[in-house]
């Protein structure tokens, strides 16, 4: 099976422009969450996508945003971007056998976004 | 990384053996997640604890005690390739909060 797949995987944006991450979960994954990982704070939890709802949601202003379509793939946007925003961003899929709290999640490779 | 605390960083020699702590909040807690990073890779999956007690797979094993809401992962017969942050990670209200990590160099 293909692994989860991000596009693209590096990006420079200058501050007040938005962005579109891209994200492709495993196939016959229903689950994909967003992650933002920074040197200083980690991973943090942005959201999860369920059959298409928001179905988990992070402490992140709502500049953050995203999508998931009936295929399962998903996209995160982020508005009037901001120095801060420089991280790794990535997506990971679970299966959803009906428990999130046991479904290991599969991590993209990550795009690596860099705000001028 | 919200209340899930990990050493920053840690050193060992190939060879040897090195234990990597992990507590957290035990309010809501569920499972405790530990992933693997090696640096510009994704995490990768490496075990999962939900119940008390020590899971061994190969060279690595983790411990969870709820009660105390602590956890370790245990490397043995490290090797060169085991250099990565080794990520702690709970399962809280459906969500996976992850600690900031903790990076490990192995040393010839």
């Known amino acids: 099976k293909a692994g989860v797949t991000q596009t693209p995987r590096y990006l420079i944006k200058t501050r007040g422009q938005q962005v579109t991450l891209s994200c492709s979960p495993i196939s016959g994954h229903r689950s994909v969450s967003w992650y933002q990982q920074t040197p200083g704070q980690g991973l943090q939890f942005l959201f999860e996508?369920?059959?298409?709802?928001?179905?988990n949601k992070g402490n992140f202003p709502g500049r953050f945003s995203g999508r998931q379509f009936s295929n399962s793939r998903s996209e995160m946007n982020v508005s009037t971007l901001e120095l801060g925003d420089s991280a790794l961003y990535l997506c990971?899929?679970?299966?959803?056998?009906?428990?999130?709290?046991?479904?290991?999640?599969?991590f993209g490779p990550g795009t690596r976004l860099t705000v001028l | 990384g919200q209340n899930i605390d990990q050493p920053t960083e840690m050193t060992a020699t190939e060879g040897a053996i090195v234990q990597i702590n992990c507590t957290y909040q035990t309010s809501g807690f569920n499972g405790l997640f530990w992933y693997q990073q090696h640096a510009g890779e994704a995490p990768t999956f490496l075990s999962y604890n939900v119940l008390d007690g020590l899971e061994e797979k190969g060279r690595f094993s983790s411990f969870l005690s709820r009660s105390k809401g602590y956890s370790y992962l245990l490397l043995k017969e490290l090797q060169m390739k085991d250099s990565a942050s080794y990520l702690c990670?709970?399962?809280?209200?459906?969500?996976?909060?992850f600690g900031t990590g903790t990076r490990l160099q192995v040393f010839p």
């Open positions: 996508y369920f059959s298409e709802t928001q179905r």
């Open positions: 990971a899929s679970s299966p959803n056998r009906g428990d999130p709290s046991t479904d290991t999640q599969y």
């Open positions: 990670a709970a399962t809280r209200s459906d969500k996976l909060i």
